[in-house]
C-alpha cells in the first residue's frame, strides 16, 4: 500500500513565525503535491512537483515555497506565517508513469496560526 | 483557467434514500477523477472515467461521465451511515495539474 505521511497532524504557530510542513512517500512517485483545503472551497493546489529539484506554481503559491532535494521528500513552507494561512494541509503523491494517475493523500497537518 | 463546479454543497439524507452529487464544467475535460473523504480523513481515490457516455459501478455506487466530458455525476444507491463523508471531483489539467470540484458533504440520518 501506499502511504504518504506528513510530519505533524496539528501545528499551532505565531504570525511571522518561519513554518516547515514535511510530507514522505514510500511508493517512488515521480509526483508530489500541497494543497490546502478550506470549508467550501475544497482543495487548491498551492505547489506540485514532478522530479526531484522540480517545482510548479499551482493556484495559490503566494506566502509558500516549496522544496524536493529528495524523491519522497516535498516539504512546502510558510516563510512568514499569517492568520489567513490557517488551514488544512494535504500532501499527495502519485505515480509519473501513464497518465491521468490517482493521487493518494497524507492524512493532513491542521494548521493554526495565532 | 478550468473550472469543476460542484453541486449541492451539503445534502444531508435519511438512511436508505439515494444520494447524487453533479460535477460540471464550462470546458471538455479529459477524465473525471471521484474521492471520498470521510470526516476527519483524507481524501481516498474511488474511480476514475475516461470515456465520453462511461458508466461505471461500485457496489451501491454510479459514477456517470456525460455525453460531451463536460459533467460527471456519482449516485449512491439506498445510503448508509457509512457513506457520511465529503465527496470530491477532480480532472487533471494538463500533464500534472489536478483541478477539484469544492465538494459535496453528505450526512446521513439513521
Known amino acids: 500500500d501506499v502511504k504518504v505521511t506528513q510530519s505533524s497532524r496539528y501545528l499551532v504557530k505565531r504570525t511571522g513565525e518561519k513554518v516547515f510542513l514535511e510530507c514522505v512517500q514510500d511508493?517512488?512517485?515521480?509526483?508530489m503535491f500541497w494543497y490546502r483545503q478550506d470549508p467550501g472551497l475544497g482543495l487548491r493546489l498551492i505547489y506540485f512537483?514532478?522530479?526531484?529539484?522540480?517545482?510548479e506554481k499551482g493556484d495559490i503559491p503566494e506566502g509558500y515555497s516549496v522544496s524536493r532535494e529528495k524523491k519522497e521528500r516535498f516539504s512546502l513552507i510558510l516563510e512568514s506565517a499569517s492568520t489567513n494561512q490557517t488551514s488544512m494541509y494535504l500532501c499527495?503523491?502519485?505515480?509519473?508513469?501513464?497518465?491521468?494517475?490517482?493521487?493518494?493523500f497524507g492524512p493532513g497537518t491542521r494548521l493554526t496560526v495565532l | 483557467g478550468q473550472q469543476v463546479m460542484q453541486i449541492p454543497q451539503y445534502q444531508h439524507v435519511q438512511e436508505g434514500e439515494d444520494f447524487t452529487t453533479y460535477c460540471n464544467s464550462s470546458?471538455?475535460?479529459?477524465?473525471i477523477q471521484w474521492y471520498k473523504q470521510r470526516p476527519g480523513g483524507h481524501p481516498v481515490f474511488l474511480i476514475q472515467?475516461?470515456?465520453?457516455?462511461e458508466v461505471k459501478k461500485q457496489k451501491r455506487l454510479t459514477f456517470q461521465f456525460g455525453e460531451a466530458k463536460k459533467n460527471s455525476s456519482l449516485h449512491i444507491t439506498a445510503t448508509q451511515t457509512t457513506d457520511v463523508g465529503t465527496y470530491f471531483c477532480?480532472?487533471?489539467?494538463?500533464?500534472?495539474?489536478?483541478?477539484f470540484g469544492t465538494g459535496t458533504r453528505l450526512k446521513v440520518l439513521a
Open positions: 470546458t471538455t475535460l479529459s477524465n
Open positions: 499527495a503523491s502519485s505515480t509519473g508513469q501513464g497518465i491521468y494517475n490517482e493521487q493518494f
Open positions: 511508493m517512488d512517485h515521480e509526483n
Open positions: 477532480a480532472s487533471t489539467s494538463g500533464t500534472y495539474k489536478y483541478i
Open positions: 512537483s514532478y522530479d526531484v529539484k522540480m517545482k
Open positions: 472515467l475516461v470515456k465520453s457516455g
